[in-house]
């Protein structure tokens, strides 16, 4: 019998849960000093059998206990939760944390002591890289974060996290007041901005002279765990696929907008790249894949559609530019058959209906602008009802436990997030919230394996990590702030394969374990939609309801 709860904490007006396996007496402690008092005590609800664990569950709800502190539940027969918090600012270092964790990825530079702490290490990967297709032309392409626990840096994955990371900025700017201790803080500029800047640097490099975007940037195979500064493979640029492009134009697009209000230049450059791009997707109508040559074994990033990537791009166009040729040709791409609900790096289509969605100035005409709302709400509501049968609460069936899995839940809860934002019904409204905080909770410890997903938050945190720098440097934890890719219901690595009997439950799949690539690497896109979630209550919990007035246009849709 296990009781498993958020093991950073929760807040302080929300729903508050824990899921017990057995057993269905529960009492809420208090801890202060050594003090332990009994605040609460109630029967757990019966919830049936978990499809996704397996688990027979029932929920135990403690949402009248406001008051600040530390806190734990037990059962009746002596069983204990790992202890959490209550607190209006229990997910704020949190989402310093996980942006925080993107400056260790930074490429081409040095990590110095003084932001890096125990993580410093010299600079990596500084040569030259060549042209896949023409090893004789040589390009300075330096920078960038590295994409996940390889070296690589790849486009789509590039543009889908900073995309994250942007609009969790322009929509909830009030949490991102932290100064995350980088190079270039105190700047006068958010840090969130000035850590994507430094991804974004690093893609404007990435682009040819028609505008097309390399798909990546890797070495042929993965090297060994070892430092990043010890790593002198030869780096190619692999060629331009349509998907990369259209990723890069929309991301551009979006970016110029953001950083216009601080550095006109910066925004000029990356209009500039942006209009490029859009060129060569015009020149480009038909589908430019990607796939990764004979011996190579880098990520591949492949997709067999580029209609989503194109759809988005649309959509950044025309918000940024006003331009009404992008709105014919996002009339023409709604068309297509395609979900508008995914912020995953395959399928973007969700970015669009955040950007049409959120826009201030409605560029879209409403034809669009309903197509896409209706689309977000119901999805939302899909999901509100697939978390509503799950014993956790995670909007999450069986089948959806792939690899990285928990950029899964966080997507949805992105998702669910945008249909909060859309809801003037204060119920349906809180409902919506309620759904996507549960997605939250989940990450953080209440789900089957008792794991926080999040390095360095919770009791139980996971602690090792897929990480080439986090293997090697001798260092005991690893740097806080990383989420975990999680189970996935067929292990693809030896020691998960290995160690996994066949027929576990799906959110049982897993293994802190670093050499479990597909169950527990770290990735810069599983982060960036778990800064978005975080930074949404953030926002509410700590500055009152600022979005309201952030997106104030979005509302009078
Ligand atoms: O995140 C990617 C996952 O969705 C795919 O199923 C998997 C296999 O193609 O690849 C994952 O991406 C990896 C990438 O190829 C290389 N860098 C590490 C990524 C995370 O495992
Ligand atoms: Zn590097």
Redesign the pocket.
């Known amino acids: 019998m296990a009781i498993f709860c958020d093991q950073t904490g929760y807040l302080p007006q929300s729903v508050k849960t824990a899921v017990m396996t057995e057993g269905r007496f529960f009492e809420v402690v208090r801890v202060e000093d050594d003090l332990e008092q009994t605040v609460l005590s109630g029967t757990a609800r019966d919830a049936g059998t978990d499809r996704a664990s397996g688990d027979r569950v029932s929920v135990a709800d403690f949402s009248d206990i406001r008051r600040d502190g530390v806190y734990y539940i037990r059962s009746d027969s002596g069983e204990r939760s790992h202890s959490f918090r209550i607190g209006k600012d229990v997910y704020r270092s949190l989402q310093a944390d996980m942006i925080k964790a993107l400056y260790y990825q930074r490429c081409g530079c040095g990590l110095e002591e003084k932001y890096a702490g125990v993580y410093a290490h010299p600079c990596c990967h500084t040569g030259d890289a060549v042209l896949w297709d023409d090893r004789g032309v040589a390009k300075e392409v330096k920078g960038g974060w590295h994409?996940?626990?390889?070296y690589?840096r790849?486009i789509s994955p590039a543009a889908v996290a900073v995309a994250h990371l942007l609009y969790a900025f322009l929509l909830f700017p009030d949490s991102f007041k932290d100064s995350l201790n980088i190079p270039e803080s105190g700047n006068g500029v958010p840090d969130v901005l000035n850590e994507c800047r430094y991804e974004l640097e690093w893609m404007l490099k990435m682009q040819e002279e028609d505008g097309g975007a390399y798909h990546k940037l890797t070495s042929v195979m993965h090297v060994d765990f070892i430092m990043p500064q010890e790593d002198k493979e030869q780096f190619y640029l692999f060629p331009v696929s349509s998907m990369a492009t259209a990723d890069y134009a929309a991301s551009m697009a979006l970016a110029s907008r953001v950083y216009r209000a601080y550095d006109e230049d910066f925004a000029d450059r990356l209009y500039d790249a942006a209009v490029r791009a859009w060129g060569w997707l015009e020149k480009h109508p038909g589908y430019v894949g990607f796939k990764n040559p004979e011996g190579c074994n880098?990520?591949?990033?492949g997709d067999d559609c580029d209609l989503d990537e194109r759809l988005w791009a649309a959509a950044e166009m025309l918000i940024t530019t006003g331009d009404a040729k992008y709105q014919d040709a996002l009339s023409r791409l709604m068309r297509e058959d395609l979900t508008k609900t995914d912020f995953g790096?395959?399928d973007v289509s969700g970015f669009a209906a955040l950007a049409v969605l959120t826009d201030p100035a409605h560029r879209a005409v409403a034809d669009i602008a309903d197509g896409l709302r209706a689309a977000v709400l119901a999805e939302a509501d899909r999901l509100a009802a697939v978390a509503e049968h799950s014993g956790y609460g995670v909007a999450m069936e069986p089948e959806d436990y792939?690899?990285?899995s928990n950029?899964v839940v966080l997507n949805r809860g992105m998702l669910l997030v945008l249909a909060a934002l859309l809801t003037e019904d204060g119920e349906t409204k809180a409902a919506y919230e309620e759904t996507a905080l549960a997605q939250l909770h989940y990450l953080l410890g209440m789900n089957a394996t008792d794991y926080s997903y999040v390095t360095g938050h919770g009791e139980h945190a996971f602690r090792h990590p897929h990480n080439r720098p986090t293997e090697c440097d001798g260092i005991e934890l690893p740097m806080p702030g990383w989420v975990s890719?999680g189970p996935f219901k067929t292990p693809?690595d030896d020691v998960g394969r290995r160690s996994i009997p066949a027929g576990t439950p799906p959110m049982k799949c897993y293994l802190d374990d670093a050499a479990c690539?597909?169950l527990n690497?770290i990735?810069i896109y599983w982060n960036s939609p778990a800064v978005f979630v975080t930074a949404y209550f953030n926002a509410k919990s700590l500055s009152g309801e600022p979005y309201e007035e952030n997106i104030g246009a979005v509302r009078v849709r």
């Not at 994409?147 to 390889?150: E, K, M, N």
Request: overall charge negative.
């Open positions: 994409d996940a626990g390889d690589g790849y880098t990520g591949e990033y790096w395959t792939v690899w990285g950029m890719g693809a690539y597909s690497e990735t």
